[in-house]
C-alpha cells in the first residue's frame, strides 16, 4: 500500500530540447518512480523531432494553442486547449503548432520519463 503524502513543487528552469521544444519539468522524482509531469513549449511554425519512449505511456494534456498531432500510423489530427492525446509505448509522435502563439501542452509519462527511453524514430 502507498502512504499518502504530500510535495511540494519547485520552481524549475525552462530548457530547450533536442526535440525542439521548451520543457519544463514539474515532477519527475525517484521517490515516485510511477509518474512524471512536464509542461511543453513548441513555437509557432515548428515541429518537434519524430520520436517515441520505450516501455512509456505518454499523455499530451493541451493547456493554449493549437497544432497537428501525428501518433504512429494515424493521420494527423488537430489539437487545442482540453484535448488529451494518448500516446502508447514505443509509437512514433511528433507535434506541429500551426497557430500564431505558443504550443502548450502537460507531458504526463507513467511510468515516469527517463532520458534512457528517448529513441528517434
Not at 519539468?25 to 519524430?50: C, F, H, K, M, Y
Amino acid at each position: 500500500m502507498i502512504a499518502p503524502r504530500f510535495v511540494k513543487l519547485t520552481e524549475t528552469t525552462e530548457f530547450y530540447s533536442d526535440e525542439k521544444c521548451y520543457i519544463r519539468e514539474l515532477i519527475n522524482q525517484p521517490s515516485d518512480p510511477d509518474l512524471s509531469i512536464a509542461t511543453a513549449r513548441v513555437e509557432p511554425g515548428v515541429t518537434t523531432i519524430r520520436h517515441k519512449l520505450r516501455s512509456t505511456t505518454e499523455r499530451y494534456y493541451i493547456l493554449c494553442g493549437s497544432g497537428m498531432m501525428e501518433v504512429g500510423d494515424l493521420p494527423p489530427r488537430e489539437v487545442s486547449p482540453g484535448d488529451l492525446v494518448l500516446i502508447p509505448r514505443e509509437s512514433p509522435q511528433r507535434i506541429t503548432n500551426t497557430g500564431d502563439d505558443d504550443l502548450i501542452f502537460l507531458c504526463i509519462c507513467s511510468p515516469g520519463f527517463r532520458p534512457e527511453n528517448y529513441l528517434t524514430a
